[in-house]
């Protein structure tokens, strides 16, 4: 089957640093879908990615999507104490989805 | 909108019962999925559904049978439990638009159900 891998598992950061996540595939995806997920919840969407090469910003959350459409990428500035949660990415093929592993972050105050 | 719901929230078996899960969602939306998430693994496609009276095996199928027979209902049955079947268990539904540079498909997901088989 397809894999998704993400990188890294954990993250802790403090607060005011950057966070960088980041997602690999082994064959070209149709487009990436990025989640996040607080702890006892569930997935929530953020984005969606689909051209080659591109990039999208949603305030301090900034998505790219790799040239090849192998990779993706998603680099939060300064987080904040609300950033905390895990964060997935979701690749598509055909009428299915592969989540990655996530990345959970912590904050540090 | 109540979105996605998902009955019950949590639920103990007995290795060998079997159970339903429910999924409903109120978007009118074609696409439904059901997901299994275990530490480490993140989300995992059990089964999924393009349509009332379609539905089709995702990543992880083996032990969980699917129906659809209306837009709104998408139920998860667990034929005989086993013990690797304790997960937390959410039903996702999406619409599609249709876009020039491909399909965009938010897929919403419902609060979950926390099964554990003893």
């Known amino acids: 089957g397809q894999q998704v891998m993400q990188i890294p598992q954990y993250q802790h950061v403090q607060e005011g640093e950057d966070f960088t996540t980041y997602c690999n595939s082994s064959?070209?995806?149709?487009?990436i879908q990025w989640y996040k997920q607080r702890p006892g919840g569930h997935p929530v969407f953020l984005i969606q990615l689909v051209k080659s090469g591109e990039v999208k910003k949603q305030k301090r959350l900034t998505f790219q999507f790799g040239e090849a459409k192998k990779n993706s990428s998603l680099h939060i500035t300064a987080s904040q104490t609300t950033d905390v949660g895990t964060y997935f990415c979701a690749g598509r093929w055909g009428n299915q989805f592969y989540f990655g592993t996530g990345t959970s972050l912590t904050v540090i105050p | 909108n109540a979105g996605v719901t998902q009955t019950p929230k949590f639920q103990v078996l007995k290795t060998g019962q079997s159970m339903t899960l429910q999924c409903a969602q109120d978007?009118?939306?074609?696409?439904m999925s059901w997901y299994r998430q275990d530490p480490g693994m993140g989300l995992r496609l059990i089964h999924y559904s393009v349509g009332a009276g379609i539905t089709d095996q995702g990543e992880v199928p083996n032990g969980y049978n699917v129906s659809r027979s209306t837009t709104e209902d998408f139920p998860l049955r667990l034929l005989s439990a086993a013990p690797s079947q304790t997960s937390v268990y959410f039903c996702?539904?999406?619409?599609?638009?249709?876009?020039?540079?491909?399909?965009?498909?938010?897929?919403?997901f419902g609060p979950g159900t926390r099964l554990t088989v003893l």
């Open positions: 996702a539904s999406s619409y599609t638009l249709r876009g020039g540079a491909g399909d965009y498909n938010e897929q919403f």
């Open positions: 064959t070209t995806l149709s487009n």
């Open positions: 978007m009118n939306h074609e696409y």
